[in-house]
């Protein structure tokens, strides 16, 4: 339906998007994953049509977008990282506008803003103004506004950052629903992994302004289908312990977190029985152990040695 | 269109800052200004109403018959010697200045009262009188000798004024200074009608001066009010900053990603210039005829005016708010295209009082240099001005053709470079 062809975009001489491949089947839910500064936003603006390429294509049913725009922009709705809304205008005002952009008129506006408010939640606060709202509830209205004119398509930049978890919640769920139960195509970037998880069928992780990896989730876990992820809560922080599990040659790699530690190690090495001696040696406690199977984020970190919110 | 405006004015509305600068704005200034400079302009005279002492030491018929008894010495033909004595007879240069003194015109604002010497000075002290003006010994006699046979330096008229700079004395100062402008002029004219070697040539160029001397002195028009004078002249200045207003919510939605969001609609870029435009002309119209409105209820500045006056004053506005758009669309195009508001920001913080000063907007212009005038009169604000005070004054339609053209030719060129700047690609 829906594909990328070696995209690539230069700002001041530096490659934002080098070069990026990527298809999108209809009905499909497609992850965009990747840290701050990745290139996401930039390859969502290409392939909507909002930035010209330096070079490469974007191809809806075969067709470049790049030469005739409004092709995909009858079948696209975005939602921007951005509140892209009038904040002084009430929801229902701000809807009202942008349908008429859309061209929508009379009866089939006003049934159309009553759907979409439905769709997420918002339908008796509509006469509030915007700037009035929560964080949450103006990312909703967000959504709201790129859904008016039914877009097969629904790009979604970010669209849970900075909210709270009722509207977070309101949202991922709002978006698995159309595109279960409506058939929506749907590009969804985040540098949440949990969502990701979620909502998406297959996944593309960018960094960089590549794609370094792509596939179905499970298809992406299996990189790490090896190792496992073995988190350690300690009483305190202990730099030294780190230090030395990092001297581990059977350990491939360790990390600091909040609690702790986390290990990646071979899937059944006997790797316990060292940590606990470790963690004796240096007269630290070790109050829990969780041993997991690998996860995107896990995925991601194994490829860039960065967690995807650095 | 009519989606951009309805939106563009709700926002507007909600605005309390904006508002406070398009609307309130405007006229706390016309309530200070209009209050403040009350009897400067030619409408409402009795708040300079100011006594003043004259001290007459000249014998204006002595100063006849002294200047007639001498042109026998001089030696002239018979028939110029009889014109002179009858051109002599008929100036009375003092006769001349109390007749203005004590003149309908000014009786509103002047108050003169004869007076000794002493009696004025004494006068001037105690704040009797705001200015004192004497008219020396054989002021008529030297007169009339430099102005009818350019013999002397003239004669001068002293006046001494209490407070130095003041309103009243300026405004005296003014007077006499007109008077003494009137007097030349009129003798540039005798001296043309009686001199017989003058060509027909230069006697149609004596009357040419003759007509400007008339304009100066003699205003055959409607006086217009303080009041009239600065709703218009606020309106014109305030007006501006509805483009700047635009301006500056363009870019807000270019920051915000709305127009993005627009032109995802896939509604041709031009459109959203054009709704720029349209929404600036029709807030800009709104709002100058808010101010009048208000003027007109409050001040009763433009009370029991005809339909008529009211069509004229519509167009006048209506072409302005024209011109406004054409701003509007501009410095919504160089935000858009450069995605900074710096030029709407220098427009508003600099360029509109600029535009205000030098399109008559603080000061009338004919009180500025020359050159500034004539800058003035190519600025929207200062060509509207003109157009709403000659409109006011009763000038015929035709004499406001001039500077309608001169704004719709300004308006015309903004709103050429706006759409030649305007990003037309359908990206960003």
């Known amino acids: 339906m829906l594909e990328t062809e070696a995209l690539r975009k230069v700002f001041n001489g530096k490659a934002a998007v080098d070069g990026i491949n990527l298809y999108m089947e209809k009905g499909e839910s497609v992850g965009l994953l990747g840290p701050n500064g990745a290139g996401k936003s930039t390859t969502i603006s290409m392939i909507s049509s909002l930035v010209r390429p330096t070079s490469g294509d974007v191809m809806l049913h075969g067709k470049s977008t790049v030469k005739d725009p409004s092709q995909i922009r009858r079948v696209l709705g975005v939602v921007p990282q951005e509140i892209a809304l009038y904040q002084e205008l009430t929801a229902y005002e701000n809807l009202i506008f942008f349908g008429r952009i859309y061209g929508l008129r009379g009866k089939v506006l006003e049934k159309k803003i009553a759907e979409v408010l439905e769709l997420v939640g918002l339908a008796d606060r509509q006469k509030e103004v915007v700037k009035t709202y929560s964080g949450g509830m103006q990312r909703r209205i967000n959504m709201a506004a790129a859904m008016l004119h039914e877009p097969e398509i629904l790009i979604m930049d970010e669209p849970t950052v900075g909210i709270d978890p009722q509207s977070r919640s309101h949202i991922l769920e709002t978006v698995r629903r159309l595109n279960q139960e409506k058939g929506l195509t749907v590009l969804y970037t985040s540098h949440y992994m949990e969502e990701v998880e979620r909502l998406c069928d297959r996944v593309y992780i960018m960094d960089h302004g590549r794609i370094i990896a792509s596939g179905a989730k499970d298809e992406l876990k299996r990189i790490l289908s090896g190792e496992e992820t073995i988190w350690i809560d300690l009483d305190r922080p202990y730099p030294k312990l780190l230090s030395s599990l990092q001297m581990n040659e059977e350990i491939i790699q360790a990390t600091e977190t909040e609690k702790g530690v986390k290990l990646i190690v071979p899937k059944g090495a006997r790797i316990l029985a060292s940590v606990f001696q470790e963690a004796e040696h240096h007269q630290v406690q070790i109050v829990n152990v969780n041993v997991q199977t690998p996860t995107l984020e896990d995925v991601f970190l194994h490829l860039t040695g960065r967690k995807l919110r650095d | ?428």
């Open chain 2, 1 to 428: 269109m009519g989606t951009f405006l309805k939106k563009d004015m709700l926002v507007l509305v909600r605005d309390k800052t904006e508002l406070t600068i398009l609307l309130a704005m405007p006229f706390i200034l016309m309530v200070i200004l209009g209050f403040a400079l009350r009897g400067l302009l030619g409408g409402d005279t009795e708040a300079l109403h100011m006594p003043v002492a004259v001290v007459q030491l000249d014998d204006e018929q002595r100063g006849t018959e002294q200047f007639v008894d001498e042109l026998d010495s001089i030696g002239l033909p018979p028939e110029v010697m009889a014109e002179l004595e009858m051109t002599a007879a008929e100036l009375r240069p003092y006769s001349l200045l109390e007749n203005i003194l004590t003149s309908d015109n000014m009786s509103d604002m002047l108050e003169p009262v004869l007076l000794d010497a002493s009696e004025a000075e004494q006068a001037l002290k105690n704040g009797e009188v705001a200015a004192v003006l004497t008219v020396p010994e054989n002021f008529t006699y030297h007169a009339l000798q430099k102005m009818l046979l350019d013999i002397g330096s003239g004669s001068e008229l002293h006046i001494s004024v209490s407070e130095y700079g003041s309103l009243s004395a300026s405004l005296f100062h003014e007077i006499i200074d007109r008077f003494v402008h009137t007097l030349n002029f009129e003798t540039a004219v005798s001296k043309a009608s009686g001199d017989m070697a003058t060509t027909s040539a230069e006697q149609e160029e004596m009357a040419a001066a003759a007509d400007i001397g008339g304009i100066e002195t003699v205003s055959a028009r409607e006086p217009v009010s303080s009041f009239q004078y600065y709703t218009i002249a606020m309106a014109v200045m305030f007006v501006l900053y509805v483009a700047t207003a635009i301006g500056q919510k363009a870019y807000v939605e270019r920051q915000q990603h709305v127009f993005s969001r627009i032109l995802l609609s896939d509604r041709h870029p031009l459109a959203y210039l054009g709704g720029k435009f349209v929404s600036a002309t029709v807030i800009a119209f709104c709002q100058i005829v808010i101010l009048f409105v208000l003027s007109s209820l409050i001040f009763r500045s433009f009370a029991s005016e005809t339909v008529a006056f009211w069509f004229g004053m519509a167009v006048i506005s209506f072409v302005l708010s024209i011109c406004v758009g054409g701003v509007a669309a501009l410095l919504t195009s160089l935000t858009i295209r450069f995605n900074n508001n710096a030029v709407t920001i220098v427009f508003s913080a600099g360029i509109v009082s600029l535009l205000a000063f030098v399109g008559g907007s603080f000061m009338p212009v004919s009180e500025m240099a020359e050159f500034l005038g004539v800058i003035g009169r190519w600025t929207p604000n200062g060509a509207a001005l003109s157009a709403y005070i000659q409109w006011m004054q009763g000038a015929d339609a035709k004499l406001l053709l001039e500077p309608m053209t001169r704004i719709a030719v300004i308006a015309v060129v903004l709103l050429s470079a706006s759409v030649f700047i305007f990003p037309r690609r359908r990206s960003i």
